[in-house]
């Protein structure tokens, strides 16, 4: 019998729609505006790298040890480096990190012993060619620029 | 599918797949018909295969650690955990007390996070729009404490050889107990739109259904294993990273069909919670990283670890000669394995049956093909 009412009354039905109803409030609003309304990502944040200057005289970090290029799984990274005569130390000339393999798994971060090299929370890294996924020492000193949205 | 090269005037062999939206991302069935009816089926699988146990052979084992999260990248941390185990079984160490922890909460949260988007996409499948939205609104909040916690939301790599990297973050524990406290009323609503939902019971009661028999014969673990009524779950049988310090139930069912296995997988969720719950009430202090060197470089032998990941028993085979590099790495997807026993549940059912038993065996093909 009760089942019979269920069955015209269509509780099921309603019971569901009753859940849908109340989410229906505008403070269960959870959609992010995201051109407009930048996310805030977390401080652990894995994304662009970063070869960090100091910032006092503008000298880069890297000891051009090249422990992240042996860390990197995808073999990404390009350490290249010059014995400078003077001081009698290795000084980083080139680095090259491609992102268009890169998976952000944090290696090269772990791997460096300076605390050079470190993947901020910079995440838009959309390029408009190939080439561009390709970064050098600049653009890795600098971070990427994305152009800002505009409403 | 039979092997029959002519086909009945009624029969008809339809691809479905691999651009499917209900297969779940690129498998392709090809069906053989008689009108609705479904006569046998075929999977063809390797439309997502990328090599990983071949790319495994060229990486070190902590190289090949990121690459785990990319089969089952719904489950990335049951998968890293699995690894990471194994690795730790041959080099004969044990994470610490409080890295064990540490792992058993995340792992459950990653659980339910798999068990969310399964939910969402399998309604999704049935007809219902609805819980996709709010599954994908709840897994977010989880998605973001991997975020906080490891800085990244889908392949995490948040574990590594012997323990943790990450230290937690200041509120890592509040965290935990907030989602606990504000995920468990989703569940009920959930059950709510979905349990009693007349469309929902009539698509999935007596759907596709395994016995226990049939589910051992074809290796299939899991919640599938489960809802058949075997009370088997490898986080009791063979307990592993302080499984055995909490106290949880193993729901089971006993019809196995499609239903079942839907009840199965939303009371893993509640138990999950609990776990996590009793998991940060006891965080143990201490060191989060095991005594390892830093070349990893297990002796020659081999090891097979096996987890209970959200799909089922996934395992993984490692084989060293000594090197820095593994000689051989032989994963046990349990996608895979549930995915054999698809033909055995839709044969004799309708065309609209397939759709809910895929879903229902909740693959991830990442996994299927590696």
Known sequence: MKKLLNKIFLTDLFQGLWVTFRNQHPKYIYTEQYPAERPKVAERYRGAPRLNINPDNGETLCIACNLCALACPENLIVVTSERNEATRRKELTEFTYDTSRCMFCGLCEDACPVDALELTQDFELATYTREGQIWDRQMLEEGPKPTPYKC | ?370
Not at chain 2, 59 to 70: I, K
Not at chain 2, 128 to 147: D, G, M, N, S
């Open chain 2, 1 to 370: 599918m039979p092997d029959a090269t002519f086909l009945d005037s009624t029969e008809l062999v339809l691809n479905m797949g691999p651009q499917h939206p209900s297969t779940h991302g690129v498998l392709r069935v090809i069906l053989k018909l008689d009108g609705e009816k479904i006569l046998g089926t075929e999977c063809v699988i390797g439309y997502l295969h990328r090599g990983v146990e071949k790319i495994a052979e060229n990486r070190t084992f902590a190289q090949f650690n990121p690459y785990v999260d990319r089969m089952d990248y719904v489950a990335a941390i049951s998968n890293g955990l699995g690894y990471c185990l194994a690795v730790e079984k041959m080099l004969n160490i044990e994470a610490p007390p409080r890295a064990q922890a540490i792992r058993v909460i995340l792992t459950e949260l990653n659980r339910i996070a798999s068990h969310l988007l399964w939910l969402g996409t399998h309604a999704l499948d049935i007809g219902a729009i609805t819980p996709v939205f709010y599954c994908l609104r709840e897994r977010e909040e989880a998605l973001k404490i991997f975020e906080k916690y490891c800085g990244a939301r889908l392949t995490t790599h948040a574990f590594r050889i012997g323990g943790l990297l990450y230290e937690t973050y200041d509120g890592f524990e509040k965290d935990i107990l907030a989602f606990c406290d504000w995920f468990l009323p989703k569940v009920d609503e959930y059950e709510e739109l979905l349990t009693n939902n007349r469309i929902w019971v009539g698509r999935l009661k007596n759907v596709g259904i395994l016995t226990a028999d049939e589910c051992k014969e074809y290796g299939v673990t899991g919640p599938v294993l489960r809802a058949a009524g075997v009370q088997w779950d490898l986080r009791k049988a063979q307990p592993y990273s302080g499984y055995e310090k909490y106290e949880f139930d193993i729901p089971t069912r006993q019809n196995g069909d499609t239903y079942d296995r839907y009840l199965v997988r939303m009371q893993e969720m509640r138990q999950s919670v609990r776990i996590m719950r009793q998991a940060v009430a006891a965080i143990p202090e201490g060191p989060i990283m095991g005594k390892v060197g830093k070349v990893i470089k297990p002796a020659v032998g081999e090891a097979y670890v096996s987890i209970e990941a959200p799909k089922g028993e996934l395992g993984y085979y490692i084989v060293s000669d000594g090197a820095t590099q593994p000689y051989r790495v032989r994963v046990r997807p349990p996608s895979f394995v549930n995915l054999q026993a698809l033909d055995r549940m839709v044969r004799g059912a309708l065309v609209a049956d397939v759709v809910a038993v895929i879903g229902t065996l909740d693959i991830v093909l990442g996994e299927v093909d590696r």
